[in-house]
């Protein structure tokens, strides 16, 4: 199975800051990866998908980067909502797997 | 409106079955291929199973094979997942999902010995 480790595992920021945060694959995914973003108790929503493009309604403040084995999500501009957990997740092969997911914190 | 619906969890017994059902409305899933995801209490997100279009196609974790099975019914636009022999960990809120892009709400499976 391919492994994703997210890092770090927690993050601290302020409004308005930008923040970068990033997957690592095992082994090559090519880029066959997604990002999430999930708030307490509600359902993940899908933010980038092919490592760098924007899922419809996205705004353009998430941007994503990366090929083969290191990704990055970077979120510009900080506001409240979007303290939240993210998770990257390879669908290159099978199983698919997630990331053990960034919390950001205000 | 896309909409996914997820029904079917509750408390069992470990070692006891369940069905669970997600609806579609808003669309069709005809042409989707569809995923379930699961995410145990405080942890994180783990893919459980997916399927094609017309259901000849299946995968699933290394840790459910053989308990677990994802079937569908394109006609009443619907996707179920069938839990054998439930065990402990697989205490989790179950996601179904359109080829991970649009999620439902979720559905509690609590296993109880």
């Known amino acids: 199975d391919i492994q994703m480790t997210q890092s770090p595992s927690s993050l601290s920021a302020s409004v308005g800051d930008r923040v970068t945060l990033t997957c690592r694959a095992s082994?090559?995914?090519?880029?066959?990866l997604c990002w999430y973003q999930q708030k307490p108790g509600k359902a993940p929503k899908a933010l980038i998908y092919?490592?760098?493009k924007l899922q419809s309604g996205v705004p353009s403040k998430f941007s994503g980067s990366g090929s083969g084995t290191e990704f990055t999500l970077t979120i510009s501009s900080l506001q409240p909502e979007d303290f939240a957990t993210y998770y990257c997740?390879?669908?290159?092969?099978?199983?698919?797997?997630f990331g053990q997911g960034t919390k950001l914190e205000l | 409106e896309v909409q996914l619906v997820e029904s079917g969890g509750g408390l069992v017994q470990r070692g006891e079955s369940l069905r669970l059902s997600c609806a579609a409305s808003?669309?069709?899933?005809?042409?989707?291929?569809m995923d379930w995801v699961r995410q145990a209490p405080g942890k994180g997100l783990e893919w459980v199973a997916n399927?094609?279009?017309?259901?000849?196609?299946?995968y699933y974790v290394g840790s459910v094979k053989g308990r677990f099975t994802i079937s569908r019914d394109n006609a009443r636009n619907l996707l179920f997942l069938q839990i054998n022999s439930l065990r402990d960990e697989d205490t989790a809120v179950y996601y179904c999902?359109?080829?991970?892009?649009?999620w439902g709400q979720g559905t509690l499976v609590a296993v109880s010995s």
């Open positions: 999902s359109t080829a991970l892009n649009n």
């Open positions: 808003g669309f069709s899933i005809n042409y989707h291929w």
């Open positions: 399927i094609n279009h017309d259901g000849s196609e299946k």
């Open positions: 082994q090559g995914i090519g880029s066959d």
């Open positions: 092919a490592a760098s």
């Open positions: 997740l390879q669908y290159y092969s099978y199983p698919r797997t």
